[in-house]
């Protein structure tokens, strides 16, 4: 796992470099990638499909963008993506622990990634975020980047590394508690079935999954994941806080859908911590949500970046296998 | 202090009543507060004043909303404010801890208070946000309230009271860690130089103030709340790590612009905390933002409830003379 961080003192160093396109040669902190797939943040592929309607275009449009700014990233939604490769040099201060011939997948956001297209993207028809690609990149020593494993395959892998902070970060904070209960709203989803899992192995006494749907339900129930499954919309404050019942030591958020945050504060006991992983999250929502219900918890920005989390989400993987089948049922 | 929340069963009951209107006699957990003054939150007299334009029609338009709504809050802005008044009855079960007579001052926002206004605000000008008013208005067993304290001026508490939530909160984090050193962004305003009094008195070691001018920074020293203060643009990341230099174990965001996510966690070192109490915080910049530069920091959305945070702030501001002359000097 190359997820070490460089040393303090570098951290602001990365983004100054960033906007220069890859270099042939490594630096001394860098690591050169061959490039194999680009895959496009959903919001930017959207977008872009948008604007530019045929595959043709769409496909113009990225290669202009790739031109012009030296990586990925769109101008209107300002997102990126991440990609995969193989490491074709390794420059000799690199912290990332890569090797050449590693296969690797980006876990900081394209936007980040100094990128040089080759091939005009000839083998993609634009029709879809998944951009077969041949190209090259540059990660930083800040850069995080996570080596495929073996023994899982390639859609699987990154399906799990899309989502790894969760579990990580889960597994954190219920350790911060002594047999705690844990609501994960969202559970049947893919980062909601990792920190399910993770909060079980974290030590977790009463598990509870939160869902929209009995089908959803169904599928956690079989997986195994949680003592209560419970069907709600986790829009809906009081609907939440019946649901779960009894309130909760640690709540995970883990719906991406706005307006979540007052119904996982009111599942929430006194003491407790709600830990927010959607991006749907609003900061005001949540600060004022807490204030207004005189609620004493803590609230976590769900930070994607634990060390080690890739590695983490893998084994919980490979180990449970309730989450793998939850995962697999999702991508088709 | 009034601020002991009741049974974690009811937190759900408070807005169901919440638009009926006050009720002559208080229900057996509610307390009726004789108001003596609004104070319009000052987003929401903004837009009244630029939609409405002269000070007879905001009364007006004042007066509409709270018999349409049997509540302050601004349709458009949705927000409300706090009121001032005293206390005329408590109801057997009110967990509050008020007594008739008390002159309190709500913490929680108008656009959750039953209210109705017995004056027609004759004696308000609608010329600025502070509005006189007779009327009456009830309190929920969820509501909190703060006893005005005899020794300070109303405005001096009222606005103390605007922002006890952050020295409590940092009181908590910094006692997370042993003898860290922390930093406050935006350490000359309110909630800055009372969290750097709390963070000063829950045995911070290096304690750095970060202001955006030279004034600003001259009145910090004056007031000795800070080992250092530093001036750099809250927004800018490379400046403000530049200028905190050693990443701190806390850093305290009280900077109230757009974009201070990544300075912040710049500046924190790794196993670091980041409070954001600023309401212009971005989750999707502090989540993704924390993760692109793979910075191991536990980030909290600033929950403006702490247990005893009136109180406790209060004590702050008399113990620290500092932080009263900022104030102080704040309000001329």
């Not at 309607?53 to 030296?70: M, N, P, T």
């Not at 889960?170 to 844990?182: E, F, K, L, W």
């Not at 803590?298 to 080690?308: E, H, K, Q, S, T």
């Amino acid at each position: 796992m190359g997820t070490a961080p460089g040393p303090r003192a570098r951290r602001g160093a990365a983004p100054a470099g960033v906007a220069a396109g890859p270099r042939p040669h490594p630096g001394a902190d860098e690591v050169v990638i061959a490039v194999e797939r680009l895959n496009l943040d959903a919001a930017s592929y959207r977008q872009l499909r948008e604007q530019h309607g045929s595959g043709a275009a769409v496909r113009a449009a990225v290669l202009a963008i790739v031109a012009e700014r030296g990586k990925m990233q769109n101008p209107v939604t300002g997102s990126g993506g991440m990609l995969l490769g193989t490491v074709t040099a390794v420059g000799p201060d690199s912290p990332l622990g890569l090797a050449v011939g590693d296969r690797v997948a980006t876990l900081v956001s394209l936007t980040l990634t100094p990128l040089r297209i080759d091939d005009g993207l000839a083998d993609w028809d634009g029709a879809s975020e998944q951009v077969p690609c041949r190209g090259t990149a540059v990660l930083f020593g800040r850069s995080i980047a996570a080596k495929l494993p073996d023994d899982l395959p390639d859609a699987l892998a990154l399906a799990v590394l899309d989502v790894c902070g969760a579990p990580a970060l889960t597994d954190r904070v219920v350790r911060d508690y002594r047999a705690p209960s844990v609501a994960v709203l969202g559970g049947g989803g893919k980062s909601g079935s990792l920190s399910l899992a993770a909060a079980r192995r974290a030590g977790a006494r009463r598990l509870v999954a939160l869902v929209p749907t009995e089908a959803e339900a169904a599928a956690v129930r079989r997986a195994g994941l949680a003592d209560e499954v419970v069907i709600a919309d986790a829009r809906d404050p009081l609907a939440v806080a019946t649901a779960v019942g009894d309130p909760v030591d640690v709540t995970v958020v883990c719906v991406d859908v706005p307006g979540c945050e007052h119904g996982a504060v009111l599942a929430t006991a006194d003491g407790g911590t709600v830990v927010f992983f959607s991006m749907a999250t609003s900061f005001p929502a949540a600060a004022l949500g807490a204030e207004g219900l005189a609620a004493d918890v803590r609230m976590l920005i769900g930070n994607g970046y634990v060390p080690g989390h890739a590695e983490f989400a893998m084994d919980l993987l490979r180990a449970a296998p309730g989450v793998r089948a939850l995962f697999e049922a999702r991508a088709h």
